[in-house]
């Protein structure tokens, strides 16, 4: 079994970290055909993730993701590449949601 664990610190705040959580697992379900259930806490998000050879969590607070997975025997020798995979996704949509700098107004 192979393992992964990715950790993303941000500084949206737990709705704003909510809704990109809500976007990964639907990414996962749609291309990985992953089963994904979402269970929402008061201070920590939930998302549960499976299928053949592959189990985990994504657990979201209001500035941290933290990603666990297994890997079954077969999958581990894809670990470098399924790894990449989920880094890739998870920080395009982190770097979708990076406030703008605001313009500061023209001095008169």
């Not at 996962?28 to 499976?50: I, N």
């Not at 949509?93 to 605001?102: G, R």
Request: contains cysteine; charged residues 35%.
């Amino acid at each position: 079994m192979a393992d992964i664990h990715i950790e993303r610190e941000h500084t949206l705040g737990l709705a704003q970290a909510r809704k990109i959580a809500f976007k990964w697992a639907e990414q996962v379900e749609e291309k990985f055909d992953m089963s994904c259930t979402y269970e929402e806490g008061t201070s920590e998000d939930e998302v549960s993730f499976t299928r053949s050879g592959v189990s985990g969590t994504l657990k979201v607070t209001e500035d941290l993701f933290e990603l666990d997975a297994k890997l079954g025997f077969l999958l581990g020798a894809f670990k470098d590449k399924i790894e990449g995979e989920i880094v890739k996704n998870l920080d395009a949509l982190l770097a979708q949601k990076k406030p703008v700098a605001k313009k500061k107004p023209a001095a008169k």
